[in-house]
């Protein structure tokens, strides 16, 4: 079966310092992947997808098969860039959530 | 992008009381619906997978005898919340999946219940 690891579950940094948001998985198979992000009182919403290899909001995320890794990154935090993050697995016909990190960006 | 409603967004009701829950998938039509079950300051856990026209899959440990999900068409999925007890209290979150791209999900706003 399928696991998302988040291993921190609160993240606090200072507006302008880099952000690293830790998943790792355990998947048999080959992976997609994906990080959601969920800001104070709105819906959870897709913030990247590894297949895409896209850069979102300044956030980037790599896939790293080797590490069973897919962390999140951004070089400079945002004061806006606080809210929920998880990291999500798709396989199996169905999404497995990470428990989450809070990031905190204060000023 | 996709928009899914959820209604209502906050329920409170009398232990022993059912309550039902909409998901509707607003510009698009979902086959696939899923609900998740958010406790507070924790992640979301599958419940259950709806698809059109059949019986839902409930994931281990879920009653579907408890959560009746019905998925009659292809824009509406509910999930009801037979003879409700406090320790069911929590948020409900579902999503619906994007036809065209088989891995995307949108989501809900969610329904927070609370039981007394």
């Known amino acids: 079966a399928q696991r998302v690891t988040q291993p921190e579950k609160l993240l606090s940094v200072f507006k302008g310092a880099p952000v690293e948001l830790k998943c790792n998985y355990s998947y048999s198979g080959s992976p997609e992947l994906f990080w959601y992000v969920q800001y104070s009182r709105q819906r959870l919403q897709l913030l990247l997808r590894h297949i895409s290899r896209e850069s979102i909001k300044g956030f980037t995320a790599d896939l790293n098969k080797g590490e069973t890794s897919f962390h999140l990154k951004k070089p400079f935090a945002q004061e806006e860039d606080s809210a929920m993050y998880y990291c999500?697995?798709?396989?199996?016909?169905?999404?497995?959530f990470g428990g989450g990190t809070r990031l905190m960006v204060k000023p | 992008g996709a928009v899914v409603s959820q209604h209502p967004s906050w329920v409170i009701c009398k232990s022993g009381t059912s309550v039902k829950i909409e998901c509707r998938s607003l510009d698009f039509q979902a086959t696939t619906m899923f609900w998740y079950r958010q406790f507070p300051k924790q992640s979301l856990m599958l419940m259950a997978t709806s698809n059109e026209g059949s019986k839902a899959t409930y994931e281990q440990g879920v009653e579907k005898d408890k959560f009746l999900i019905n998925h009659a068409s292809l824009t509406l999925s509910t999930l009801t919340v037979t003879s409700a007890h406090p320790e069911d209290s929590s948020f409900y979150i579902c999503?619906?999946?994007?036809?065209?791209?088989?891995?995307?999900?949108?989501f809900g706003p969610g329904t927070r219940l609370t039981v007394t």
């Open positions: 999503s619906a999946r994007d036809p065209g791209i088989f891995y995307e999900q949108y």
């Open positions: 999500a697995l798709y396989a199996g016909n169905m999404l497995t």
